[in-house]
């Protein structure tokens, strides 16, 4: 009875979710499904009112924050003052992105053995959520396709810097 419950929901999902433009660009990033593309539509909801995917980090409670007060510098952390299942969803589909898809793998391990200022797992899946964001705002927004190669470009490759 749940199974035949759950196809029932899933299959009005994927027919609500058909009528959304900009979400078949979405689901073509490998690891990001359906669940992630609707829940992460539903949570933003109108795309058109953000104008810059800072504010939908801010809305996922993922902008950074310091503690300090006076001389005292305390530590940065990300806010939490914000939608809290956006944030579980965007965490939660940040791990099977950087599990299966090559390019999210890559800077992952970029941002966690870089040379300098190298981030711990946990901050460097948070900075590809943020990362994540950005991408689902330009293919919502700006009806374009996703482009590996251009996302790639975070990463500094030394070698052709000296080159250059």
């Known amino acids: 009875m749940y199974m035949q419950q759950y196809e029932r929901t899933m299959s009005l999902v994927e027919e609500i979710a058909s009528q959304i433009p900009g979400l078949e660009e979405m689901l073509k990033i490998k690891g990001v ?45 990300i806010s939490k003052r914000g939608r809290r299942r956006l944030r579980s969803l965007l965490f939660q589909a940040i791990m099977p992105l950087v599990a299966k898809n090559q390019e999210f793998k890559e800077l992952h391990h970029y941002y966690t053995t870089r040379s300098q200022n190298p981030l711990k797992k946990k901050q460097s899946l948070i900075l590809l959520s943020c990362k994540l964001i950005r991408i689902f705002f330009a293919l919502l927004t700006k009806g374009i396709k996703y482009d590996p190669q251009k996302m790639m470009k975070d990463i500094k490759r030394p070698l052709l810097q000296e080159a250059a």
């Open 33 to 77: 499904g359906l669940i992630t593309a609707a829940g992460f539509i539903a949570e933003v909801g109108d795309i058109s009112r953000f104008e810059h995917p800072r504010q939908i980090q801010k809305l996922a409670g993922l902008s950074l924050k310091e503690n300090s007060s006076g001389k005292h510098k305390g530590k940065t952390s």
